[in-house]
């Protein structure tokens, strides 16, 4: 029979663990909650608490509620949400991570507190994430983020640059768009930055290529809309090209499984360990 071993590293980070109980323990008041965007990017967590009463809503939803309660999940919000509460009555429960209610403070008291004619607030993350548009939002909207050392292009040089990352993002990454901006930026022009990743999240890195590296096959368990997933996944697969990502048990091929002795099950930050669990059990069944 095939060895299966979970990896330990993998599975919730401490700002999704938080957002979930809070989650569950106000369900066990009243059935009726509301989530502003997935609480977790995980289909079948979402699934999970659905079943509980958990209801997902958009912004546009909340715009037309009122006297509810509202979860605001780890990744955050800006500061329009709380406005939009405040004058419908809602009542916000509010589950955003600690890491991140740290880092949107930082880059609010940067902006209100640097001249707008001479500096900029740039922040490295994912366009258009959940985490990303609520530290935007700190800025009244005036931050530039960019991915990639492709989108430097969007940089005024000449200008000073206070440079932020997304919690969940590659420290090397990071490393290297400081680097570049140091290396562009005009003589003399002030360039400040802040390492703000997560190391919780970062220290996975490191962890899940020793992990993948130690087993003939990797499954990778991670819902499709996970930024961390897409990472992790990506770093699974440097270390062990025999590795297949799935949302379920239901989406393992026993051909990954012919000629293996030890089988790696591993996943993102929204992965819960139950949905890790099932795949093991699925694994040993099928071999």
């Known amino acids: 029979m095939i060895r299966v ?23 066990s008041i009243d059935s ?17 608490l659905e079943a509980k009463g958990l209801r997902t809503v958009n912004h546009e939803r909340i715009a037309g509620m009122s006297n509810v309660r509202l979860l ?15 004058l419908n009555g809602i009542r916000i429960i509010d589950a955003t991570c600690p890491v991140v209610l740290r880092l949107q403070k930082k880059i609010r008291k940067s902006y209100l507190e640097m001249d707008h004619s001479r500096c900029r607030i740039v922040i490295f993350g994912k366009t258009g994430h959940a985490e990303v548009n609520g530290l935007v939002g700190q ?23 206070c440079l932020f990352s997304q919690t969940t993002m590659s420290v090397d990454d990071f490393g290297e768009i400081v680097a570049l901006i140091k290396a562009n930026i005009g003589e003399g022009v002030e360039f400040r930055y802040y390492d703000t990743i997560c190391r919780q999240v970062a220290n996975r890195i490191p962890n899940i290529r020793r992990f993948a590296a130690m087993h003939d ?23 062990n090209p025999n590795t297949h990502l799935i949302s379920s048990a239901d989406e393992i091929d026993i051909k990954w499984l012919q000629d293996a002795k030890t089988a790696g099950i591993c996943g993102a930050t929204s992965t819960p360990k139950w949905l890790m669990e099932e795949v093991a059990e699925k694994i040993r069944t099928k071999s």
Do not use: M, W
């Not at 071993?5 to 323990?25: M, T, Y």
């Not at 605001?72 to 405040?86: D, K, M, N, Q, S």
């Not at 800025?139 to 640059?161: P, Q």
């Open 139 to 161: 800025t009244e909207g005036n931050a530039i983020v960019i991915e990639r050392a492709s989108d430097l292009s969007k940089l005024d040089f000449s200008k000073g640059i």
């Open 32 to 48: 009726e909650l509301y989530c502003l965007g997935d609480i977790v990017h995980n289909s079948r967590e979402v699934a999970r």
């Open 72 to 86: 605001l999940r780890a990744h955050g919000e800006p500061p329009v949400t709380y406005r939009i509460a405040a």
């Open 217 to 239: 096959v990797i499954l990778f368990v991670a819902g499709e809309k996970s930024s961390n997933g897409k990472v992790l996944l990506g770093e699974c697969r440097k270390a």
């Open 5 to 27: 071993e979970i990896d330990e590293g993998s599975g919730f980070c401490f700002g999704v663990v938080n957002a979930i109980s809070q989650a569950e323990r106000e369900l």
